[in-house]
């Protein structure tokens, strides 16, 4: 019995409804007073956490994860903890915009490059990020030729408009992280002021009438509708003459149909770029993530801590992540290469074994272990992860193809000696041979980093991806709300590759580059051996993390309603993970 029945599809009359509803409200949405859609914006907290137990239960039986299994500290973490940590960060950039004190928000915040890109330093912003993300820095890389003096005015644009008409957007919401659809329509709303119907994903639709709940006041109003459906309702949206803007996240097999269409006539409108769909469209698609593991002299604890961070990257959420970490990169001449690779191939072998409830998994899986005969092993109790060393490096496939299941390719390239010399071929490797430019992960040793200095950052600075994690995994920039979400700029629709566009992005910046994560080697007390200065203790998102339900669920509720109260539960938790 489901906990929360699955709607069934919308009708055709159900959706112009829907959509005419959206049309006569777009433009008073558009120049709805500040104050009044920051009053609904600050109601939808309690709303969230009203509902946040029924959301993580509805997703975790879905999901076939048990009463008492830690890894429901996912469904908090990416359900509804990511969807209420957006709301404060995003209400304080509004508020800045009503008072006319945008440049406040960046003050002493910005800095330049030695090559002259500007730097935005966005977490940690408020004594609770000090507390709560100890050691984590976030900071918003801004396009080449935008100036410190220029970023505020790069911020909140659309509220520089006069007189805004709005418009009615399509958000197509995505079937595995189920912060994505809510939050995708926040972002439309307030960061492009349009209304939107989201359409859900059949994979997760149950998780519908809770939105719906939480949407409430936005639905009374007419500023939000919802639909259900497969391709067939999507067909007819994406089509609709009310529907002005698209914005989806999914594969970009999905996006090319919407542009281009389906088989054999949609491939050759590609190729002369001769789309059927001409509206705007701004897409979150995946692509290959790689992690990028930097030479040094790690201990015997390094080793096993950064095997369960590369496990995490690539089962957290069953493996079924857009930004799950698909290829991990080594140095052939590491000496600690194979003790590497034996950590992170036995925390892979012994995590729990978990349902594979995203369609198609199962064949994905298989194909990639048959493109790898004598190298690819399956691992788990039910051999529902595959793991292939040895992949050469100017193979394809694995670089090439997002298996969307829970695959690590491992290639190594020449060299390793020199560690900066080695991190360049690294980046080129990257840039060149990896599809997709969503995300990518480095694993470095502190003092590595160290010894490498202004090296190490002009190698990032490099990177053509969205979100750059050092230490890190890139998938944790999707919770950080006041950094940019989504590809690397410069995609087009007939190479859309990882998309077009951003969300998030709670400072409104219009001009982002990409976003940088820096996060922590080795949990606190280690750490200090290390010479890092913080007090973080094993990251909650770890799938190795023994009290993430707990700790993630009382996360949830402070950041619902903050008091210094909760601290101390919240700190019990996690130090016990």
């Given at each position: 019995?489901?906990?929360?029945?699955?709607?069934?599809?919308?009708?055709?009359?159900?959706?112009?409804?829907?959509?005419?509803?959206?049309?006569?409200?777009?433009?008073?949405?558009?120049?709805?007073?500040?104050?009044?859609?920051?009053?609904?914006?600050?109601?939808?907290?309690?709303?969230?956490?009203?509902?946040?137990?029924?959301?993580?239960?509805?997703?975790?039986?879905?999901?076939?994860?048990?009463?008492?299994?830690?890894?429901?500290?996912?469904?908090?973490?990416?359900?509804?903890?990511?969807?209420?940590?957006?709301?404060?960060?995003?209400?304080?950039?509004?508020?800045?915009?009503?008072?006319?004190?945008?440049?406040?928000?960046?003050?002493?915040?910005?800095?330049?490059?030695?090559?002259?890109?500007?730097?935005?330093?966005?977490?940690?912003?408020?004594?609770?990020?000090?507390?709560?993300?100890?050691?984590?820095?976030?900071?918003?890389?801004?396009?080449?030729?935008?100036?410190?003096e220029d970023v505020p005015g790069t911020m909140a644009t659309f509220y520089q408009e006069e007189d805004p008409s709005g418009a009615v957007a399509l958000?197509?919401?995505?079937?595995?992280?189920?912060?994505?659809?809510?939050?995708?329509?926040?972002?439309?709303?307030?960061?492009?002021?349009?209304?939107?119907?989201?359409?859900?994903?059949?994979?997760?639709?149950?998780?519908?009438?809770?939105?719906?709940?939480?949407?409430?006041?936005?639905?009374?109003?007419?500023?939000?509708?919802?639909?259900?459906?497969?391709?067939?309702?999507?067909?007819?949206?994406?089509?609709?003459?009310?529907?002005?803007?698209?914005?989806?996240?999914?594969?970009?097999?999905?996006?090319?149909?919407?542009?281009?269409?389906?088989?054999?006539?949609?491939?050759?409108?590609?190729?002369?770029?001769?789309?059927?769909?001409?509206?705007?469209?701004?897409?979150?698609?995946?692509?290959?993530?790689?992690?990028?593991?930097?030479?040094?002299?790690?201990?015997?604890?390094?080793?096993?801590?950064?095997?369960?961070?590369?496990?995490?990257?690539?089962?957290?959420?069953?493996?079924?992540?857009?930004?799950?970490?698909?290829?991990?990169?080594?140095?052939?001449?590491?000496?600690?290469?194979?003790?590497?690779?034996?950590?992170?191939?036995?925390?892979?072998?012994?995590?729990?074994?978990?349902p594979a409830y995203y369609p198609g998994a199962e064949g994905r899986l298989e194909d990639i272990v048959e493109a790898y005969p004598g190298t690819a092993?399956?691992?788990?109790?039910?051999?529902?992860?595959?793991?292939?060393?040895?992949?050469?490096?100017?193979?394809?496939?694995?670089?090439?193809?997002?298996?969307?299941?829970?695959?690590?390719?491992?290639?190594?390239?020449?060299?390793?000696?020199?560690?900066?010399?080695?991190?360049?071929?690294?980046?080129?490797?990257?840039?060149?041979?990896?599809?997709?430019?969503?995300?990518?992960?480095?694993?470095?040793?502190?003092?590595?980093?160290?010894?490498?200095?202004?090296?190490?950052?002009?190698?990032?600075?490099?990177?053509?991806?969205?979100?750059?994690?050092?230490?890190?995994?890139?998938?944790?920039?999707?919770?950080?709300?006041?950094?940019?979400?989504?590809?690397?700029?410069?995609?087009?629709?007939?190479?859309?590759?990882s998309g077009v566009g951003v969300v998030h992005n709670s400072y409104l910046f219009s001009r982002p580059q990409k976003t940088v994560l820096k996060g922590?080697?080795?949990?606190?007390?280690?750490?200090?051996?290390?010479?890092?200065?913080?007090?973080?203790?094993?990251?909650?998102?770890?799938?190795?993390?023994?009290?993430?339900?707990?700790?993630?669920?009382?996360?949830?509720?402070?950041?619902?309603?903050?008091?210094?109260?909760?601290?101390?539960?919240?700190?019990?938790?996690?130090?016990?993970?």
């Amino acid at each position: 019995m489901e906990l929360v029945p699955t709607p069934p599809d919308t009708d055709h009359a159900t959706i112009d409804a829907a959509l005419g509803d959206l049309v006569a409200h777009r433009t008073e949405w558009a120049r709805l007073p500040l104050a009044s859609k920051i009053d609904l914006l600050d109601r939808l907290r309690a709303r969230i956490d009203r509902v946040a137990g029924q959301w993580v239960t509805a997703a975790s039986r879905a999901k076939g994860l048990p009463i008492g299994s830690s890894l429901r500290g996912e469904e908090w973490v990416s359900g509804p903890w990511a969807l209420v940590s957006y709301i404060a960060p995003l209400k304080a950039t509004l508020e800045h915009v009503r008072s006319g004190t945008l440049a406040e928000m960046v003050e002493g915040k910005t800095r330049q490059r030695p090559d002259g890109q500007t730097v935005v330093r966005v977490v940690p912003d408020g004594i609770y990020d000090h507390l709560l993300f100890s050691g984590t820095e976030v900071d918003v890389w801004m396009e080449p030729g935008v100036t410190p003096e220029d970023v505020p005015g790069t911020m909140a644009t659309f509220y520089q408009e006069e007189d805004p008409s709005g418009a009615v957007a399509l958000v197509l919401g995505a079937g595995n992280i189920a912060s994505i659809p809510p939050l995708d329509v926040l972002y439309k709303l307030y960061a492009e002021g349009q209304v939107c119907l989201l359409k859900m994903n059949p994979v997760n639709s149950y998780l519908g009438p809770i939105f719906e709940d939480i949407f409430a006041e936005f639905v009374d109003a007419g500023y939000v509708r919802f639909a259900y459906g497969g391709a067939d309702v999507g067909a007819y949206l994406t089509g609709h003459d009310a529907v002005e803007e698209i914005h989806m996240t999914g594969s970009a097999q999905t996006h090319d149909a919407i542009v281009y269409g389906t088989g054999e006539e949609g491939a050759a409108r590609k190729r002369r770029d001769e789309p059927i769909n001409h509206k705007r469209m701004t897409s979150e698609l995946g692509g290959v993530s790689p992690v990028i593991v930097v030479p040094g002299h790690w201990s015997e604890p390094d080793l096993d801590f950064q095997a369960e961070h590369v496990a995490t990257q690539k089962m957290h959420n069953g493996g079924f992540n857009c930004i799950a970490s698909q290829v991990m990169i080594l140095p052939e001449a590491w000496p600690q290469r194979s003790a590497f690779l034996s950590s992170v191939r036995r925390v892979l072998g012994d995590l729990p074994d978990r349902p594979a409830y995203y369609p198609g998994a199962e064949g994905r899986l298989e194909d990639i272990v048959e493109a790898y005969p004598g190298t690819a092993e399956r691992l788990g109790a039910s051999g529902e992860r595959a793991f292939i060393a040895d992949v050469p490096h100017d193979d394809e496939y694995a670089f090439q193809q997002e298996v969307f299941a829970g695959a690590l390719a491992v290639t190594s390239l020449p060299g390793g000696e020199d560690a900066g010399d080695w991190l360049d071929r690294a980046v080129d490797f990257c840039n060149d041979e990896v599809v997709g430019t969503l995300g990518v992960s480095i694993l470095i040793h502190p003092r590595t980093l160290s010894e490498l200095g202004d090296r190490f950052w002009d190698a990032i600075a490099r990177l053509r991806y969205g979100t750059v994690g050092v230490n890190a995994w890139s998938g944790v920039g999707f919770l950080m709300a006041q950094g940019t979400w989504g590809a690397f700029p410069g995609h087009t629709r007939d190479d859309i590759q990882s998309g077009v566009g951003v969300v998030h992005n709670s400072y409104l910046f219009s001009r982002p580059q990409k976003t940088v994560l820096k996060g922590t080697f080795a949990p606190f007390p280690r750490s200090v051996l290390l010479g890092e200065t913080h007090t973080a203790p094993k990251p909650l998102w770890f799938v190795t993390n023994e009290t993430a339900e707990t700790t993630a669920r009382r996360l949830t509720h402070f950041t619902a309603s903050p008091s210094p109260l909760k601290l101390p539960g919240i700190f019990a938790s996690a130090l016990r993970g």
